[in-house]
């Protein structure tokens, strides 16, 4: 798993960083591209952070959430 480096800040540009790895993440284990497994990957990587990239992904799933409603 590659480390991705974020600034802690609430930039957008974190939060798009963490939606595009979850879709490369996706597409890398031949899963169909679709919200339900974008956000099962953004869940997953939240689950495993151990510093402050975890309200990065919490905001990543709230931002998917929010424009496919």
Excluded: P, W
């Amino acid at each position: 798993m590659m480390a991705i480096q974020f600034s802690h800040s609430e930039d957008s540009d974190d939060i798009h960083k963490a939606i595009g790895l979850a879709v490369s993440r996706v597409i890398s284990s031949g899963k169909t591209v679709n919200r339900e497994n974008i956000l099962a990957q953004l869940r997953e990587s939240e689950e495993h952070c151990v510093d402050g990239t975890k309200k990065i992904y919490a905001d990543a799933i709230r931002e998917v959430t929010q424009k496919s409603e």
